[in-house]
């Protein structure tokens, strides 16, 4: 006969997939902020870079639009600052959620040790 799984065990398995899922999702968006970011450096570097008095076009839709240069570089730096706040805070979300796994798999672990050993020293018979 097979041995149900105690609640305890399946809430925290449950639990710990969930956190799983989370971290997979956080790791994944920083990954993306942080492309996001060294797009917007390579743009910002490329505009500055340029002289001041070269074209600047933005993409806008399908069609290329002359935009000012330096209204450019504010929004691109603006754009810049808001991606880093994001990153940090992406940042703090991994490590806590990172905590969170750890702790949990420690007492998934130890949980999963004493209901090995309460089975032991249940089956003497």
């Known amino acids: 006969m097979a041995q ?3 609640p305890e ?3 925290k ?3 710990l997939q969930a956190l799983q899922a989370q971290y997979t999702r956080i ?19 490329v505009v500055e870079e340029a ?3 070269a074209p600047v076009y933005r993409l806008e839709g399908t069609v290329f639009v002359r935009v000012d240069r330096a209204k450019l570089i504010e929004e691109m730096k603006d ?12 940042k703090k979300q991994e490590e806590e959620l990172k905590k969170q796994l750890d ?18 020293g249940g089956a003497g018979g």
């Open 4 to 6: 149900r799984v105690p």
């Open 13 to 15: 398995l449950a639990r």
């Open 79 to 90: 754009r810049l600052e808001i991606l880093e706040l994001r990153l940090q805070k992406l």
């Open 27 to 45: 790791v994944q968006e920083r990954a993306a902020v942080e492309a996001e970011i060294a797009e917007v450096r390579r743009v910002l570097k």
């Open 103 to 120: 702790k949990l798999a420690e007492e998934l672990k130890s949980l999963q040790t004493k209901l090995s050993l309460g089975k032991q």
């Open 9 to 11: 065990l399946e809430n």
């Open 51 to 53: 002289g001041e008095d």
